[in-house]
């Protein structure tokens, strides 16, 4: 039986090809980006005297569920959230209730949710969030719960595309749909575009993270 990969363990999968061989994942490669946004919020939380670690171990547990959440509705399925503080779980749902106002402009009818896939050819691997029908076309949808849309998000959504284009689906568009923890937020969508140039920043990430490997 094959097994739901969910964001909770997408960090801990192995990705791996026909032969066994483990290849890494399109979020480990692009951590050998700088990512100034990043470096800057973590120095404000410091000077704050917020300890960013554990600010973010909750923030990502929020992101977690609320990805869960919008994969079991996808599915038809229902979430167990017995693991979340109430918190938690409210902030998780003010993310599915943006999602569901996106929705309401947006219908789709799901192809692929949460599925991990995995390039022969370029020897990567990533998990889709959504793979979507809308509009006449195929649409693969990345659910973000940042507080922005930033440049490596788009890098990232073309990797995860090429692996849709190499398994043999005919993308017609990937977007980037933020949904917000609170219910002020709402939601804020970006289409992916140039993305011959960002596919081939990914290219040159994975040529560097390969390379740093090697050196000893």
């Not at 097994?3 to 791996?16: D, G, L, Q, S, V």
């Not at 284009?165 to 005919?170: F, K, P």
């Amino acid at each position: 039986m094959k097994e739901t990969i969910t964001k909770r363990n997408r960090a801990h999968i192995t990705y791996k090809l026909t032969d066994g061989t483990a290849v890494p994942g399109v979020t480990t490669i692009l951590s050998v980006l700088n990512k100034p946004a990043l470096v800057k919020w973590a120095n404000n939380l410091g000077l704050q005297g917020i300890d960013s670690s554990r600010y973010v171990d909750e923030k990502a547990a929020i992101g977690t569920l609320a990805h869960q959440m919008i994969a079991d509705y996808l599915r038809g399925t229902e979430t167990d959230t017995s693991e979340y503080s109430k918190v938690q779980i409210g902030q998780a749902e003010n993310a599915v209730l943006s999602f569901f106002e996106w929705e309401k402009t947006h219908p789709i009818e799901p192809v692929l949710v949460e599925e991990p896939m995995v390039s022969e050819h370029y020897k990567f691997g990533g998990t889709i969030d959504c793979l979507a029908r809308m509009n006449g076309g195929l649409c693969l949808i990345d659910f973000k719960t940042s507080k922005g849309i930033f440049p490596e998000m788009m890098i990232q959504v073309v990797a995860y595309r090429m692996l849709l284009v190499e398994q043999g689906y005919d993308v017609d568009q990937a977007t980037i749909l933020r949904v917000g923890r609170t219910e002020d937020e709402g939601f804020e969508e970006r289409l992916v575009n140039e993305i011959d140039k960002r596919w081939a920043i990914f290219q040159h990430c994975l040529e560097i993270y390969r390379l740093q490997k090697e050196v000893k």
